[in-house]
Structure formats: C-alpha cells, structure tokens
T-cell receptor, first 110, second 114 residues
C-alpha cells in the first residue's frame, strides 16, 4: 500500500464551479500536510500548508485535514481557467522527508 | 531571479552516456533533494542531503549518484544513462526548521535517453 493515495483524475469542471481534491494516507504519524500546484512544464509550487487537523482558508482555497479518517481535501471556490494545473498533496512527520501523492490534473473550462 | 535553478532545462542523450544535472539555490536552505517525476507515478525521491557532509539515498537511487559541492549546489549524475531514466527531474530545497519540511522546487530538467 502506498503511503499516500490520490485520484489522478483528470477532472474537468466549468468555470465558477467548486472543486474538491482529495488524498488519503496510511501513516498516522503524519502531522503536516501540504498542497502543491504544478502548471504544465513547471516545478510544483506550494499552495497551502496545514499542521495537524482542521481547516485553513486562503482566498478561494480551503485545505481540510481529518486525521481520524486519514483524509485531506483541497477545495477551490469559484474556479478559474487559471486554476487549471496538476495538484499534488504532500505530507510528512517531524523534520523527515515528504511523501507525495501522484497528483490530480484539473482543467477549468471557460 | 529564481530561488532554485536547474541546468540544463532540456537534455537529449544516448544510452550509456554520463549525464550531470545541476541545481543551485539562493534560499540559504541546508536541505536539498532530487526527485524524478513520471506520469502516473508522481514524484519519487532519488537522493537528499541535509547539509554539505550528509548524503542519503531515497526511494530510487540505483543508477544515480550525487555530489553536494556547497550549501547552494547539489548535482545529480547518471553514470550510464538508460532509456527508462527518461523523465522530468526536479531539485528542491527546504530549511527543515520548526518541525516542517516545506520544499521549494526548481523548474525541472526534461531528460530524454535514446
């Protein structure tokens, strides 16, 4: 079983839709959780960072962590064509290495 | 200027050739990483270094070697390239402070081995 599982999509939504991206994980030691956004032919860039359980909001983006279910989500409200990218979840414990999901490719159609 | 730079950005080479990919950073981070990205497999860690004197193997180190020339420089070598090493390679850095390991990525090197 992989440490981190992520549905690869692809996911296609109309502009203005609410997008939900999800990852599950198996290691209960994970304490910090991140979402990276990767545009085509670019390196991943950090989008959201969350420590432990709970929600974190930044503009149109909300990251949610449910440690009891080992499940994390990223919600995008009022999605825009510029949100079209691959979204990777990542997580880790302490100061050790990160474990990445395989990424979900999102396309927002104007 | 970009905080994490990689050279070359694209490289086509032949089977059996030795290739070096270079990474430089101006973030002042101690930790540096090399990943490869393949469709459907995500990012896989090749090697990582927590400081100049520290080198560690990652998930898929076979066929690769690294050199940490300075805090700011971390090179990845393919001693004898083979076609299944065709992939997108990323360098990343982190400061590893305060219990976090937020990583910052370079723009990537697209390597094709014929």
């Amino acid at each position: 079983q992989k440490e981190v599982e992520q549905d690869p999509g692809p996911l296609s939504v109309p502009e203005g839709a609410i997008v939900s991206l999800n990852c599950t994980y198996s290691n209960s030691a994970f304490q910090y959780f991140m979402w990276y956004r990767q545009y085509s032919r670019k390196g991943p860039e950090l989008l959201m960072y969350t420590y432990s359980s709970g929600n974190k909001e930044d503009g149109r983006f909300t990251a949610q962590v449910d440690k009891s279910s080992k499940y994390i989500s990223l919600f995008i409200r009022d999605s825009q064509p510029s949100d079209s990218a691959t979204y990777l979840c990542a997580m880790g414990a302490g100061a050790n290495n990160l474990f990445f999901g395989t990424g979900t490719r999102l396309t927002v159609i104007p | 200027d970009a905080d994490v730079t990689q050279t070359p950005r694209n490289r086509i080479t032949k089977t059996g050739k030795r290739i070096m990919l270079e990474c430089s950073q101006t973030k002042g981070h101690d930790r540096m990483y090399w990943y490869r990205q393949d469709p459907g497999l995500g990012l896989r860690l090749i090697y990582y270094s927590f400081d100049v004197k520290d080198i560690n193997k990652g998930e898929i180190s076979d066929g690769y070697s690294v050199s940490r020339q300075a805090q700011a420089k971390f090179s990845l070598s393919l001693e004898s390239a083979i076609p299944n090493q065709t992939a997108l390679y990323f360098c990343a850095t982190s400061d590893g402070g305060q219990g976090t390991d937020t990583q910052y990525f370079g723009p990537g090197t697209r390597l094709t081995v014929l």
